[in-house]
C-alpha cells in the first residue's frame, strides 16, 4: 500500500519518462532526415502514449482523492467546544490505483473479433449486453477523441446504433493488410479536418505588395493592393460495406475478414483519390513541360536529369518550397536500382556515397521512405501510381512535401456501422467510411512536376 502522496509522485515520474522517450524518437527520427518512423518505434511510441493516458487518468483520480482527504483533514482540524474534551487519532490515509483497462484493447480483443460482434448484435439483435459495452467503448472515445461527429446530412437516418468510432489499436493493427494502402498520402502534410462542414477554404495570395526604392525625400513610395482569393476544398467520403452472414458473425473471427480488408481498401482509395483524381489529384495538377521524356532506348542516367529538371521547375514556382520527395511505382524504383553506369553526378549531397547513383534504404513497401537520390530527394514508391498514362507509362512526381497537404479525422476510417440486416439471407451489412480532403494547389501550376513520356513504358529487366 502507498500513501496518495507517493502514488502522485510516481505517476507523475513515469508520465514523465514516457513523454521524454517519445519526444527523443521524434528528435532523432527529425534529425536524421526521416518522416516516418520504423514499425517498431512507431508501436512502442504508440504503447508509451497509452499508458501515459492511463496514468494521466489514474493522477487525475489520486488528485481527487488528495484533495477530498486535505478537505476532510481540514474539517477534522477544526475547533469546536463542547465543553468535554475528545481526543482525536490521527491516521495516515493509504490507497492503491489500478489502470483501468479500455472496454475493447489489444489485450482482451487482438483481432477485434469481439467488437466486431458486438457492433453487429446490438445492431441487429438488440443485445443489451453488447450495447451496454459499445456505449463504455463510445463514452472512452468521446474522452480521449472527442472531435468526431456526424457531418453530412442523413447520416443517422439509416443505422439503428449511429456510427460507431473503430479502436485504434484495431487501425493500428490493420495498416500492413495486403493492399496498395497510403504510401503517398503519408508522406504529405497531415492536418485536422474541421469537425464540421463539406468544404474548407483557404485564403491564396495570388498577388503580393511592392517595395521600391523611394524617388526623392516625403515623395509617394511604392503602394500596390495585394489580391487574395479563396481555394475551396471538398471534403470526400470514402466508403466501403460488406454483406456478412450471421453464421459468420456468431461463429467465426470476422474481424480478419472484414475489418482488416475494408480498412485496407479504404487507405487504397483515398491515396489512389490523391494520385489520380481527375482535375485536383497529383497528376492532373503536376506540371510536365519540364520533365518530359521521350526515349525509346531509356536509362537511368537519361532519366536523372528530367528529374533534376522537374525539382528546378518546383522552386522556381514555389521559392521556398523545394522538391524533396520523388513519388513513383514500385516498378520504376526497381528498374532504377538494376540500372548501371560508369558517369556519376559531379555534385553529391552529404551522405550520399561517391560514385554512387543514390541510397537504396531496403525498405518494406509503405514503410517510410525507400531511398535517397544524389540530390538528397527522398523516394516514396507507391504502387497507387499510374501504370497506365499513354497506354503502358507510369509516372514519376517531383513535388515539395510541405505543399502537399491532406485533412483528415485523426486516425480516420473512424465509423463502422451495422445498417441493416437482410433477413430472408441471414445477412448483416458492415460499413466502414471516414472523411477527407487535400490539396495541391496553394501555389498553382508548376508548383508539383512529374516525368511523363514513353521513355517510362513497361520497364525491362
Not at 176 to 199: I, K, N, S, W, Y
Amino acid at each position: 500500500m502507498a500513501t496518495v502522496e507517493s502514488i502522485i509522485s510516481g505517476l507523475e515520474s513515469k508520465i514523465a519518462a514516457n513523454r521524454k522517450y517519445v519526444e527523443d524518437v521524434l528528435a532523432t527520427a527529425q534529425r536524421g532526415g526521416h518522416k516516418n518512423l520504423t514499425i517498431a518505434q512507431d508501436a512502442e511510441c504508440g504503447r508509451r502514449l497509452d499508458e501515459i493516458d492511463e496514468d494521466r487518468r489514474a493522477l487525475d483520480r489520486a488528485k481527487a482523492i488528495q484533495a477530498e482527504e486535505n478537505s476532510l483533514e481540514s474539517r477534522l482540524n477544526e475547533s469546536h467546544s463542547t465543553g468535554v474534551y475528545a481526543g482525536r487519532v490521527n491516521r495516515t490515509t493509504t490507497m492503491h490505483i489500478m489502470s483501468e483497462a479500455r472496454t475493447y484493447h489489444a489485450g482482451n480483443d487482438p483481432h477485434g473479433t469481439s467488437f466486431l460482434r458486438d457492433v453487429a448484435r446490438a445492431s441487429v439483435f438488440g443485445d443489451p449486453e453488447a450495447q451496454s459495452r459499445l456505449s463504455r467503448h463510445m463514452a472512452e472515445e468521446r474522452v480521449e477523441r472527442p472531435n468526431y461527429e456526424e457531418r453530412a446530412a442523413g447520416d443517422l437516418v439509416s443505422g439503428s446504433i449511429g456510427g460507431v468510432v473503430v479502436p485504434q489499436f484495431l487501425i493500428d493493427q490493420t495498416a500492413l493488410a495486403v493492399a496498395a494502402r497510403r504510401p503517398f498520402a503519408d508522406a504529405c502534410t497531415p492536418h485536422q479536418l474541421p469537425p464540421e462542414g463539406m468544404t474548407l477554404t483557404i485564403p491564396v495570395f495570388t498577388s503580393g505588395a511592392s517595395v521600391a526604392n523611394q524617388a526623392t525625400q516625403l515623395t509617394g513610395v511604392s503602394a500596390t493592393s495585394m489580391v487574395e482569393s479563396d481555394l475551396t476544398l471538398n471534403v470526400y467520403t470514402a466508403a466501403g460495406q460488406q454483406n456478412v452472414s450471421r453464421q459468420s458473425v456468431d461463429r467465426s473471427r470476422i474481424d480478419e475478414f472484414v475489418m482488416a480488408d475494408l480498412m485496407a481498401r479504404y487507405a487504397t482509395n483515398l491515396d489512389s483519390q490523391l494520385l489520380n483524381m481527375a482535375t485536383v489529384g497529383l497528376s492532373a495538377k503536376a506540371a510536365s513541360s519540364l520533365g518530359a521524356y521521350a526515349d525509346t532506348q531509356p536509362t537511368g542516367a537519361k532519366l536523372y536529369p528530367k528529374l533534376l529538371a522537374a525539382a528546378s521547375g518546383v522552386e522556381a514556382t514555389t521559392l521556398g518550397g523545394t522538391a524533396d520527395l520523388m513519388v513513383c511505382h514500385s516498378r520504376r524504383w526497381n528498374w532504377l536500382s538494376k540500372e548501371m553506369t560508369t558517369s556519376w553526378p559531379l555534385i553529391n549531397s552529404q551522405g550520399i556515397p561517391t560514385q554512387a547513383s543514390g541510397v537504396n534504404y531496403n525498405k518494406d513497401y509503405g514503410v517510410g521512405y525507400r531511398g535517397l537520390l544524389p540530390n538528397g530527394m527522398a523516394v516514396v514508391v507507391d504502387n497507387n501510381v499510374t501504370t497506365t498514362a499513354s497506354g503502358t507509362q507510369d509516372e514519376v512526381y517531383v513535388v515539395p512535401s510541405s505543399e502537399c497537404h491532406i485533412y483528415e479525422d485523426s486516425n480516420a476510417p473512424a465509423y463502422i456501422r451495422c445498417d441493416q440486416t437482410n433477413a430472408a439471407t441471414l445477412g448483416v451489412l458492415f460499413v466502414v467510411y471516414g472523411y477527407y480532403a487535400f490539396t495541391f494547389d496553394r501555389y498553382g501550376a508548376g508548383s508539383m512536376q512529374k516525368v511523363a513520356g514513353t521513355g517510362l513504358t513497361t520497364p525491362t529487366f
